[in-house]
């Protein structure tokens, strides 16, 4: 079966760049749609203004969302795919926390940027597939800040260990995750934090994707929005 996979981006040369990205990543063959804007991704996803897209029987399973669109137009589709069963990934030339942290808080699955050199945006794009999303130092402390405003519990940033719940809600972390968060902040590498946390290096993925899952279910999708537009994209 092919997979579908929809770009939105206005520039037809990085359109047509991160096609050859998709391409190069997988061995399936793809079906793509291209939208220049948000008005035209609406209408491939077959939604309105202000209407969240849903799961369909031949729905996309990637989306690339370009975040240098007038007016905020990335994060406000990225707002509307909330509970769209895809792998979203915001497209960016930013790599500042400031512009990619309002895409995570809109629910994306990771980010790619693309200035990047083309083997590299491969590497990156598998990587989010495969549920290893990037996550540098100062998105860990951001995501760190974003979690502490919903569970006054979590232990200082230096502590690295907390007395957290573990039950997995939304709003909190658990002190596994609490540790690799920390450990992200600091610098240290995923194979580091496996080898001072004495668990496989897969493991410290796992609990970054879940990382990245809980941020979304704690934030609206509209707090992302907001937050972007306060931003100077």
Not at 89 to 107: K, R, V
Not at 186 to 208: P, S
Request: net charge negative; aromatic share 6%; charged share 25%.
């Amino acid at each position: 079966m092919s997979i579908r996979v929809l770009i939105v981006e206005d520039n037809a040369v990085a359109r047509s760049f991160l096609t050859r990205v998709v391409r190069e990543s997988f061995s399936d063959e793809i079906r793509f749609s291209e939208a220049t804007d948000l008005d035209s991704a609406r209408r491939w996803l077959g939604i309105g203004p202000g209407e969240h897209a849903h799961a369909s029987a031949d729905g996309f399973r990637l989306i690339l969302c370009d975040l240098e669109q007038p007016d905020s137009a990335g994060l406000e589709l990225l707002a509307q795919l909330a509970d769209y069963p895809a792998i979203k990934i915001a497209t960016t030339l930013h790599s500042d926390d400031e512009h990619l942290f309002p895409a995570l808080l809109c629910g994306a699955n990771g980010y790619l940027l693309k200035e990047d050199r083309f083997e590299v945006l491969v590497e990156e794009l598998q990587r989010i597939v495969r549920g290893q999303p990037p996550l540098s130092p100062a998105m860990a402390r951001r995501m760190l800040g974003q979690f502490r405003q919903h569970d006054s519990r979590l232990a200082p940033l230096d502590s690295g260990h907390g007395a957290l719940d573990s039950s997995g809600s939304a709003d909190s972390l658990s002190t596994r995750e609490n540790e690799v968060l920390t450990y992200l902040s600091k610098g240290y590498t995923v194979k580091e934090i496996a080898r001072l946390m004495g668990i496989k290096w897969q493991a410290v993925n796992d609990h970054v994707r879940v990382v990245y899952r809980k941020l979304a279910l704690a934030s609206s999708p509209e707090e992302g929005l907001q937050v972007g537009r306060q931003a100077d994209f």
